[in-house]
């Protein structure tokens, strides 16, 4: 299985003026650690990819002035790895949201298939036991083009995973307004 690799002109650039924290989540001191609203992980498995859905996410918190603190980790491997450093991240952080990223590319297999399915089953049940969101941010492609469409500028889901990321946030927010009018 190859990797995909994007040419600098595919990749989303991040932007240099960010409305909030960003934190290299290995390198938090205590006090990051408590403040920490967004972990982001990642797969280093088509890094590039994931790289331009992180940079399109990241950017999107700017437009919508979100000025929190948000932190990421490249996770080893590929998507299957990424539940378990969720649960990891959440476990040591305790944030109020986790984003995962990731890209897995249809083959000639039933690899696809298997991996799919589980990596989608694992994030919804990690979100519903530990009760925290998950933004479910991996990409499940027929082919390297429509990888690429989804991480870049064409579709940037990245963008799209922010909205919905700041969305959710809100709801919740709103959620415990209501429970204390009660």
Known sequence: MTQIILNDEEKIKLTDNLSY?????????????????????????????????????LNQLS???YNGNVGSIKAPGGA??????????YTTYQPRLVLALGCIIKGDTKHY???????????????????????NGVLTVENNQQAIDRACTNMNKG????????????????????????
């Open 21 to 57: 924290k960003y934190y290299d989540l290995t390198r938090l001191s205590k006090d990051q650690r408590e403040e920490l609203e967004i972990a982001i992980i990642f797969s280093n498995y088509n890094l590039s990819i994931n790289e331009s859905l992180l940079n399109g996410y």
């Open 113 to 135: 298939d298997f991996l799919s399915s589980t990596i989608t089953n694992a994030i919804s049940n990690l979100s519903l036991n530990l009760d925290v969101p998950i933004i």
């Open 63 to 65: 437009e919508r002035s």
């Open 159 to 182: 963008k799209e995973f922010a909205d919905t990321t700041l969305d959710v946030l809100q709801t919740i927010n709103s959620i415990r307004e209501s429970l204390k009018d009660k």
């Open 80 to 89: 299957f790895e990424i539940p378990f450093f969720c649960k990891k991240v």
